[in-house]
């Protein structure tokens, strides 16, 4: 811990700093599978990669049965899993996070719309009435992990309050992005698979609310809920934050009676038995590390636990794999021409010039009506380097990209888009954030 950082400001600050530094190094870990995956779709094992990825997979319950490709596989199975702890993050930001006062969320929520809305509009500008025109979410969200990773190589010169900030604002793109999957990018309706999957949601609110707080619970009936809704018609992801929504919040035990429970606890345990001696010998040592984890389960959250625990197998091996399925693509043929092609025009100038435009421009009026505050630490020139962050689109990106264009010889070039926008604006970020700042707010001599 850093001798500058009194023990209160640590224990609020250390909880973000590690959220931040798993962020980072996903984001790291998402940038060598992207190259990995980039290489192979451009060498001579190029049609088994393809292969691999287009493998057929299913399963059959006597008249029941589904099968698909290994990538909607991963793209809707697996990602629910990054979609629930995407909605896990949302519920505790709106419970206790930078989202739970108007105040505080003002800020990254107008940064956040402005940042959906513009890179939207010039999209769907070069893309209106064409082919291409189902591709306008495509620049609207932000990757977390890529655009913190970059934060963090800014520089410790960054203040804390500007990665909060970030996060905040992309959480928010999140939320905009699921509601855009569930409304615009849904194929035709089952009202029987949607009705049950109603039923299911309202169970699990009812499951809540009497205080079940079980994960092996929420749990199968969170697979009963992904079934539903995969089979419903609206994107099985949905089903993740849905999920996320009804998992518990709170505690059984109060801080004060847990700070008691444990203390007596901790005196049986150390009145029990002979010191030498493993506790493993002793009945009482035994009940008493027994009652101190039955109590440290009570006073925690089933939210924050299930939130910590998915969180480096979403970190490490979902989105990477993600990244190895998704991220693939043949250079090869015009490059120029595709991303002079209006859908590679449109997420190109809607990822780089929209979000910095979109995110700067809502931030600085909601700070100039007084509405929000920008935090005294963070300045207008740090504002509007995450703003060019925010441009970094990548896996949300490509997950829209899929949805928008699966199929189509565009996915190829949108992906290609996605790519070059989102390196462009992680080095732009960078440059502003690392060199130009720092270099016009030294003292000239």
Same mark, same amino acid.
């Given at each position: 811990?850093?001798?500058?950082?009194?023990?209160?400001?640590?224990?609020?600050?250390?909880?973000?700093?590690?959220?931040?530094?798993?962020?980072?190094?996903?984001?790291?870990?998402?940038?060598?599978?992207?190259?990995?995956?980039?290489?192979?779709?451009?060498?001579?094992?190029?049609?088994?990669?393809?292969?691999?990825?287009?493998?057929?997979?299913?399963?059959?319950?006597?008249?029941?049965?589904?099968?698909?490709?290994?990538? +909607?596989?991963?793209?809707?199975?697996?990602?629910?899993?990054?979609?629930?702890?995407?909605?896990?993050?949302?519920?505790?930001?709106?419970?206790?996070?930078?989202?739970?006062?108007?105040?505080?969320?003002?800020?990254?929520?107008?940064?956040?719309?402005?940042?959906?809305?513009?890179?939207?509009?010039?999209?769907?500008?070069?893309?209106?009435?064409?082919?291409?025109?189902?591709?306008?979410?495509?620049?609207?969200?932000?990757?977390?992990?890529?655009?913190?990773?970059?934060?963090?190589?800014?520089?410790?010169?960054?203040?804390?309050?500007?990665?909060?900030?970030?996060?905040?604002?992309?959480?928010?793109?999140?939320?905009?992005?699921?509601?855009?999957?569930?409304?615009?990018?849904?194929?035709?309706?089952?009202?029987?698979?949607?009705?049950?999957?109603?039923?299911?949601?309202?169970?699990?609110?009812?499951?809540?609310?009497?205080?079940?707080?079980?994960?092996?619970?929420?749990?199968?009936?969170?697979?009963?809920?992904?079934?539903?809704?995969?089979?419903?018609?609206?994107?099985?992801?949905?089903?993740?934050?849905?999920?996320?929504?009804?998992?518990?919040?709170?505690?059984?035990?109060?801080?004060?009676?847990?700070?008691?429970?444990?203390?007596?606890?901790?005196?049986?345990?150390?009145?029990?038995?002979?010191?030498?001696?493993?506790?493993?010998?002793?009945?009482?040592?035994?009940?008493?590390?027994?009652?101190?984890? +039955?109590?440290?389960?009570?006073?925690?959250?089933?939210?924050?636990?299930?939130?910590?625990?998915?969180?480096?197998?979403?970190?490490?091996?979902?989105?990477?794999?993600?990244?190895?399925?998704?991220?693939?693509?043949?250079?090869?043929?015009?490059?120029?021409?595709?991303?002079? +092609?209006?859908?590679?025009?449109?997420?190109?100038?809607?990822?780089?010039?929209?979000?910095?435009?979109?995110?700067?421009?809502?931030?600085?009026?909601?700070?100039?009506?007084?509405?929000?505050?920008?935090?005294?630490?963070?300045?207008?020139?740090?504002?509007?380097?995450?703003?060019?962050?925010?441009?970094?689109?990548?896996?949300?990106?490509?997950? =829209?990209?899929?949805?928008?264009?699966?199929?189509?010889?565009?996915?190829?070039?949108?992906?290609?888009?996605?790519?070059?926008?989102?390196?462009?604006?992680?080095?732009?970020?960078?440059?502003?954030?690392?060199? =130009?700042?720092?270099?016009?707010?030294?003292?000239?001599?």
């Amino acid at each position: 811990m850093s001798p500058r950082l009194r023990p209160p400001l640590a224990l609020v600050v250390r909880p973000f700093q590690q959220f931040a530094k798993v962020q980072a190094s996903q984001g790291i870990l998402l940038l060598i599978c992207t190259a990995i995956a980039l290489t192979l779709a451009n060498s001579p094992w190029a049609h088994a990669y393809d292969e691999l990825w287009h493998t057929e997979i299913g399963m059959e319950i006597g008249r029941w049965s589904v099968s698909d490709t290994l990538v +909607h596989w991963i793209n809707d199975g697996l990602m629910v899993l990054f979609f629930f702890v995407v909605g896990l993050e949302i519920k505790r930001e709106l419970l206790a996070g930078e989202l739970a006062s108007r105040r505080k969320a003002a800020l990254p929520i107008g940064a956040a719309i402005g940042g959906m809305l513009v890179p939207a509009l010039i999209y769907t500008l070069f893309n209106y009435g064409g082919e291409g025109a189902a591709g306008w979410a495509i620049p609207m969200a932000t990757d977390i992990a890529f655009a913190l990773g970059v934060l963090t190589l800014a520089g410790d010169r960054i203040p804390v309050a500007l990665k909060v900030f970030l996060v905040a604002l992309a959480i928010v793109d999140d939320i905009g992005a699921v509601l855009v999957i569930a409304i615009f990018y849904t194929d035709g309706v089952s009202l029987t698979a949607l009705t049950a999957a109603g039923i299911v949601f309202v169970f699990l609110l009812l499951l809540n609310w009497g205080g079940a707080r079980s994960t092996l619970v929420y749990g199968g009936l969170g697979i009963v809920l992904w079934l539903c809704v995969l089979f419903s018609g609206v994107h099985a992801t949905v089903a993740g934050v849905l999920l996320a929504m009804t998992v518990p919040s709170r505690s059984d035990i109060g801080g004060r009676h847990f700070v008691e429970k444990v203390r007596t606890l901790l005196a049986d345990f150390e009145r029990g038995g002979d010191k030498g001696h493993s506790h493993l010998q002793d009945e009482r040592r035994q009940a008493a590390a027994l009652g101190i984890e +039955h109590a440290v389960e009570e006073v925690g959250a089933p939210l924050i636990r299930l939130e910590h625990s998915l969180q480096p197998w979403v970190a490490f091996f979902i989105m990477p794999l993600f990244a190895l399925a998704n991220a693939g693509v043949a250079l090869g043929g015009d490059l120029t021409a595709r991303l002079l +092609h209006p859908v590679g025009l449109g997420i190109i100038l809607g990822l780089v010039v929209g979000k910095q435009i979109g995110i700067f421009a809502f931030a600085t009026a909601a700070s100039g009506s007084g509405i929000a505050q920008i935090p005294p630490s963070v300045t207008r020139a740090q504002i509007y380097g995450s703003g060019w962050l925010g441009g970094i689109g990548f896996t949300m990106a490509l997950f =829209i990209a899929g949805l928008a264009f699966d199929g189509t010889d565009l996915l190829d070039t949108a992906k290609i888009a996605i790519l070059f926008a989102s390196a462009v604006s992680g080095l732009g970020g960078w440059l502003i954030l690392r060199v =130009i700042i720092p270099a016009f707010s030294r003292p000239r001599l």
